[in-house]
């Protein structure tokens, strides 16, 4: 997830539109197969959510545009080092887009999570590798000062991230998102206690307030 845009309606749509088009046509994309053959596949250079732009890498984007270097790759450990640097590549070349349209990377904001599952043959069970066994890390340059660089975090595929109100990790587990909730909803129960509302006050409350706010990500 990389941070920098505008959310100023005008600022937005001129310039980081610009910039994420321009991004589509240099960067490289993750390539993701429809389960029905007939479908063929569809590449996703990055989803853009006001000012939150999420860019995506994938092995069969790799397959695609660096067939060559892809093919000098002895080990799975050369596979993923050059997965990594193509999403270094990609992260700083967004960078510097933002930087030139009057934006700059706030790598504080960033993340990146790197997905690689297995299925267990026995039970069918995925499980994802760690930093520990799937190592590399994403680095931004400063597009006006080269020495200056800052490390995106990097979170393992079990761990949650807010976006765009929702706390649902990789790995598909809704432990974050629930203890969110389930304090949300403790939050407006003592708050609803202690205010001093008519029984029909406190349920325009519940209504208008609390529910969509519990049940917004579901």
Not at 77 to 92: G, W
Not at 102 to 119: D, E, H, R, V, Y
Not at 200 to 208: E, P, Q, R, T
């Amino acid at each position: 997830g990389m941070q920098g845009s505008t959310s100023a309606a005008p600022s937005y749509n001129i310039h980081h539109d610009v910039s994420l088009t321009t991004y589509c046509e240099h960067g490289t994309p993750a390539v993701f197969q429809h389960p029905n053959p007939t479908e063929g596949h569809t590449e996703d250079f990055a989803a853009q959510f006001v000012d939150d732009n999420q860019q995506q890498k994938s092995l069969q984007g790799l397959m695609k545009h660096y067939a060559d270097e892809l093919s000098q790759c002895q080990t799975s450990a050369e596979i993923n080092a050059l997965l990594v640097r193509v999403t270094n590549d990609d992260a700083n070349r967004w960078c510097k887009y933002s930087f030139c349209a009057g934006g700059l990377i706030n790598a504080s904001k960033c993340f990146w999570q790197l997905l690689k599952p297995t299925q267990c043959p026995n039970t069918g069970k995925i499980s994802y590798a760690s930093a520990a066994t799937c190592p590399g890390e994403v680095v931004l340059t400063h597009p006006d000062e080269e020495d200056l660089s800052d490390v995106i975090p990097r979170f393992e595929p079990d761990v949650a991230n807010r976006t765009l109100g929702a706390r649902l990790p990789p790995d598909g587990n809704v432990r974050a998102e629930v203890k969110s909730r389930y304090e949300k909803a403790k939050q407006w129960s003592t708050s609803l206690r202690k205010a001093q509302l008519s029984n029909s006050d406190c349920w325009v409350a519940y209504n208008s307030c609390v529910r969509p706010a519990v049940v917004y990500p579901l």
